[in-house]
């Protein structure tokens, strides 16, 4: 695939395009950083977007004017006016209008390691309830993975054997966070198809951390770093159980090449 033009990013941001043409736009952004850069503004813009919309002015709608939207009508006009008003945004901030706005949200106002569990965490809700589709790339290719993986992360990889842990490997796919490659390694316990477990690797972040917890919806992740690569393991089971994955599978993941 050629070089992205703007309204392809777009699209790409706003989860337009059909499965294919998304994996190869993934593959574009992580070797472009201009596209990155614009990924990385469409979801600064998202965020200011999100924030404005959360002041008590748009979240507390009177009743009477509530009960005035209750017919199925006006429910759907509310329902798109965030991603409406958010693609104006997007437009102003990411595209070089010229308004001032843009300017303003210039630098993150949340880390890399919360972006990255935010969307690891929708990527991981989404695909867990696919089937066939759960994964790009199969579990017996293992090799393949393997390679594949190292060229996008610039080191080797190896998929961590959880079968100690009753866990078998199905496959892997790539997702994309701040324009970089995301490495996710999915596992499932039989039966239980539809409540994965994943390991995420990525890089983007210097410096080591030791483990840190995270909740969402009854979605447990831990996230440490170590030699600049962020690994977060996520899934429908406990913290304690997930943390004590991660101690299991530290050395081996730490032997970089």
Known sequence: MSALDKITLLAFFDGELDPATARGVAEVISHDPAAQETVRRLRQSAMLVRKVFERPAYRDVPP??????????????????????????????????????????ASP????????????????????????????VPGDQR?????????????????????????????????????????????????????PLALCVTYGAPGDRGLRADERN?????????????????GWTSEDFLASVANEIMPGLDKIS
């Open 64 to 105: 009477q004017l509530a009960k005035m939207l209750e017919g199925p009508k006006r429910r759907t006009r509310w329902r798109f006016a965030l991603p409406i008003a958010a693609s104006f945004l997007i437009v102003a901030i990411g595209f070089g209008s010229g308004i001032g706005i843009g300017r303003m949200s």
């Open 109 to 136: 106002t949340t880390s890399f390691s919360d972006r990255l569990l935010a969307d690891i965490a929708e990527y991981h809700v989404v695909y867990a309830q696919e089937g066939e589709h759960q994964v790009e």
């Open 143 to 195: 090799a393949h993975i393997q390679d594949w993986f190292g060229s996008r992360l610039h080191r080797q990889l190896r998929v961590p054997d959880l079968s100690g842990r009753g866990l078998s490997f199905v496959g892997a796919r790539l997702l994309v966070v701040d324009g970089a490659p995301v490495a996710q390694l999915l596992y499932r316990w039989p039966g239980l198809d539809h409540e």
């Open 218 to 234: 009854g979605l447990h992740q831990v996230l440490w770093r170590h030699h600049g690569y962020t690994y977060v393991l996520v």
